[in-house]
């Protein structure tokens, strides 16, 4: 998973909660990503960091939100307004150019809403 | 609207039979496309990455060609191993942003 760490590896929210998942890269990279998986349809764009103490919105931000506060680290939090948070969260990292766009992926952390 | 459909959506092999999954993208101005392996609960890794003027592209056992002026990629295994059960994912980065549009992945699945 190339020096891309995400944990919890399992986590469980009950509804109304705001729960945290982390992300921590030893890359050097200077532009992280979060992705979120649904069975049966293609990763879909969260929230991006192209340097530190910068974000933008991705196409399905409304019920996230992140810092970037250190290079190394993107955690992401999902607020109780985010109404169907179940899903696999994949973080990622890209360093060098943009042009290969080579992004490097964690393993992971699959959220269930009890 | 940047789209990358894949196809089959899943399929079945037996162990040391080839296969090719295919994608097709509507992604514009094309930068590069990228072929991701994901297995069962781990985060994708990549594969192969070929830009505009490069039709082929091979990994040990895994040979993924692109016809840039079809839009069209295959990704072809061959002589598979139980090892290669896992998703397939194409990924396709516009030259405009660089962001990925990603297809919905072929599920693989080699019986012995």
């Known amino acids: 998973d190339g020096g891309i760490t995400q944990s919890p590896k399992y986590l469980f929210r009950k509804e109304g909660q705001n729960v945290t998942l982390s992300c921590e890269q030893n890359?050097?990279?200077?532009?992280m990503y979060w992705y979120r998986q649904d069975p049966g349809q293609g990763l879909r764009l969260i929230y991006y960091?192209?340097?530190?103490?910068?974000?933008q919105k991705g196409d399905i931000a409304e019920g996230y939100s992140v810092s970037r506060e250190k290079k190394e680290s993107f955690p992401l939090t999902v607020t109780s307004a985010q109404k169907n948070p179940t899903a696999f969260y994949l973080c990622?990292?890209?360093?060098?150019?943009?042009?290969?766009?080579?992004?490097?992926f964690g393993p992971g952390t699959r959220l269930t809403v009890l | 609207k940047n789209q990358v459909e894949q196809s089959p959506q899943s399929l079945i092999i037996l162990e040391g039979k080839n296969c090719t999954l295919q994608?097709?993208?509507?992604?514009?101005?094309?930068?590069?496309l990228r072929w991701y392996k994901q297995d069962t609960g781990r985060g994708p890794v990549s594969l192969t990455i070929?830009?505009?003027?490069?039709n082929t592209k091979s990994n040990g056992r895994y040979t993924a060609t692109l016809d840039a002026d079809t839009k069209q990629s295959s990704l072809h295994i061959t002589a598979s191993q139980l090892s290669d059960s896992a998703s397939y994912i194409c990924?396709?980065?516009?030259?405009?942003?660089?962001?990925?549009?990603f297809g919905a992945g072929t599920t693989v699945t080699v019986r012995a």
């Open positions: 960091s192209q340097i530190v103490n910068d974000f």
């Open positions: 890359l050097n990279h200077d532009a």
């Open positions: 990622a990292s890209r360093g060098g150019t943009p042009t290969y766009n080579e992004q490097f």
């Open positions: 994608c097709n993208y509507t992604v514009s101005p094309f930068s590069n």
């Open positions: 990924v396709v980065s516009n030259s405009n942003d660089y962001k990925l549009s």
């Open positions: 070929m830009t505009f003027s490069e």
